[in-house]
């Protein structure tokens, strides 16, 4: 089955700098490749996905990058804000993997005044 | 986005009665609903796969009879915890995705349960 790790683990960056979440993938035939941002005691919330037909894709201050090659995929936050701070999960899914998504470990972004 | 609403927020019970947790697509027909687990400081892990008017399709090492789930409507889908015990306190996590498709998945607010 497909096996999503994401690194790193925690990130720690002061306001106004930019954060990057790298999350490699195993199975070629996944193609959709959400983002999901997760405050303390709530669901994931979806902030940006990707599918495998694009490079990359952008949403104001949060953007997406896919190397369908290398098989990996990162997160872009740019002007990082104090709310911004919150766990980050990547997720991959293939058409035909009973829709199923699977997440990678995480990664705690705090972002310092 | 799409809403996905979960019911209840949280909820405490003592071991031995059963829990009931209801997830609602508030505004989109959902073909399939999807039921995590999430332990403290770690990842989602995907226990059951439910897909309206059909069985659940378990993950390995769930078990089946203790967390019972039922995708009666597009809209609804339940997890109901047996006979709960303190090691099945967790936060529980639902999603739904519109259609059979490769789409969006919303997760709902999550269900703190605690047993006591």
């Known amino acids: 089955g497909e096996n999503v790790e994401q690194h790193p683990s925690t990130l720690s960056v002061q306001e106004g700098d930019s954060a990057v979440i790298k999350c490699t993938y195993s199975?070629?035939?996944?193609?959709?490749f959400p983002w999901y941002k997760q405050e303390l005691g709530k669901g994931p919330q979806l902030i940006i996905d990707?599918?495998?037909?694009?490079g990359e894709k952008k949403d104001q201050r949060i953007a997406v990058t896919l190397n369908k090659t290398a098989k990996h995929f990162s997160l872009h936050i740019t002007e990082t804000q104090p709310e911004d701070s919150a766990v980050y999960f990547c997720?991959?899914?293939?058409?035909?993997?009973?829709?199923?998504?699977?997440f990678g470990t995480g990664t705690q972004l705090k972002v310092e005044l | 986005g799409a809403v996905v609403s979960q019911h209840p927020s949280r909820v405490i019970c003592k071991s031995g009665t059963s829990v009931k947790i209801e997830c609602r697509s508030l505004?989109?027909?959902?073909?399939?609903m999807f039921w995590y687990r999430q332990f403290p400081k770690q990842s989602l892990m995907l226990m059951a796969t439910?897909?309206?008017?059909?069985?659940?399709?378990?993950e390995q090492g769930v078990e089946k009879d203790k967390f019972l789930i039922n995708h009666a409507s597009l809209t609804l889908s339940t997890l109901t915890v047996t006979s709960a015990h303190p090691e099945d306190s967790s936060f529980y996590i639902c999603?739904?995705?519109?259609?059979?498709?490769?789409?969006?998945?919303?997760f709902g607010q999550g269900t703190r349960l605690t047993v006591v």
């Open positions: 505004d989109f027909q959902a073909t399939t």
């Open positions: 439910s897909n309206e008017g059909s069985k659940a399709t378990y």
């Open positions: 990707i599918r495998s037909n694009v």
């Open positions: 997720a991959a899914s293939m058409r035909g993997g009973g829709n199923k998504l699977t």
């Open positions: 999603s739904a995705r519109r259609g059979r498709a490769n789409t969006e998945a919303f």
């Open positions: 199975d070629s035939a996944s193609n959709y």
